[in-house]
């Protein structure tokens, strides 16, 4: 898939999600053949079933295609994370990472670039400086759940274009806005912890355009997918505050978080703080649409 306008199959695992649903739409919308892994009996012609059972993915459902974007993986935003949840969103990741890497790593020279999401979980909290795509992983369970989704990539092999896309929270209706949303609506939002922790973020227009971009322009390796500048939970709070015509003033403390929502869900979510940086992005020419998050959270507010 050199260029849209060239167009080129695509295959796209996790294509019912949030990001998956959109960057579908906006590869098709350039003209792209796009073939869906789904779960379930396939019902039409551009899907095809896996890991229903025990069988591995043919690699004959890669070959020819351009790309390969895995987007598998349980909600983090759901709460609280039990015990049996963390593993959820451990086996949701892994599993199906490992059936596209074995099918990669099996087409050998020809088989097309594997563009594996992750997470920016994956550097654990960082309060001090910018993080880019060099910093070690972190000392969280959402950082040791994305070394191991990492890891399951890589095994497609060293001659394969592996790309793993360490995706910030997308801010959008159905993505990190859904609950702040909701108690916004009510007079209920206010600081989060101390509020002045570094939350990262990305638009979902782009994080549709960052994935294409990242196969089109041929990178490799860890690329951080987040917005350009750096913005706090209170930043994002107060601009939905803002945009929803509701007060910001009830602040959330983070032991009453921690009760309610679990130690990992808040410590790896909520009162992280780490300035992460697109580094990859930028040095690789990609155009941001949304440079802030007030311009990501107007957009999605509108659209909504």
Same mark, same amino acid.
């Given at each position: ?22 960057? %579908?739409?906006?590869?098709? *919308? #350039?003209?792209? #053949? ?13 899907? =095809? ?8 993915? #043919?690699?004959?459902? &890669?070959?020819?295609?351009? *790309? ?21 969103? &451990?086996?949701?990741? %892994? ?14 020279? #020809? *088989? ?23 910093? @070690?992983?972190?000392? *969280?369970?959402?950082?040791? =759940? ?32 859904? @609950? ?27 994080? =549709?355009?960052? %994935?294409?971009?990242? %196969? ?6 860890? !690329? ?35 009760? !309610? ?44």
């Amino acid at each position: 898939m050199a260029d849209s306008a060239s167009p080129g199959r695509v295959v796209v695992g996790g294509a019912g999600g949030l990001i998956g649903r959109a960057l %579908i739409e906006s590869l098709r *919308a #350039d003209g792209h #053949d796009v073939v869906r892994l789904v779960r379930r009996p396939a019902a039409a012609p551009d899907e =095809v079933e896996w890991l229903t059972d025990t069988r591995p993915l #043919d690699p004959d459902v &890669l070959a020819g295609a351009s *790309a390969v974007v895995g987007l598998n993986g349980a909600s983090i935003g759901r709460f609280p994370w039990s015990s049996s949840y963390r593993s959820t969103l &451990l086996w949701s990741r %892994i599993t199906p990472t490992r059936a596209i890497a074995r099918a990669v790593r099996e087409l050998g020279d #020809d *088989a097309p670039a594997f563009a594996s999401a992750s997470a920016v979980g994956y550097y654990g909290p960082f309060p001090s400086g910018r993080v880019d795509e060099s910093a @070690p992983r972190g000392e *969280a369970f959402l950082a040791d =759940v994305c070394g191991e989704w990492e890891n399951a990539a890589l095994a497609a092999g060293d001659r394969a274009r592996v790309c793993l896309l360490r995706t910030a929270p997308v801010v959008h209706p159905d993505g990190v806005l859904k @609950p702040l949303m909701l108690l916004t609506r009510l007079g209920l939002s206010g600081p989060i912890a101390r509020g002045t922790q570094v939350w990262p973020w990305i638009s979902l227009d782009d994080e =549709v355009s960052a %994935i294409r971009h990242v %196969i089109d322009a041929g990178l490799a390796g860890p !690329v951080n997918v987040t917005g350009p500048t750096r913005a706090t939970a209170n930043d994002l709070g107060f601009a939905l505050a803002v945009r929803m015509n509701r007060p910001y003033l009830l602040r959330a403390p983070a032991w009453a978080l921690r009760t !309610v929502l679990g130690r990992d869900a808040v410590e790896s979510l909520l009162t992280t703080d780490a300035h992460v940086v697109p580094a990859a992005l930028e040095a690789s020419g990609f155009t941001f649409r949304h440079r802030t998050v007030e311009d990501a959270v107007e957009t999605a507010v509108t659209d909504a």
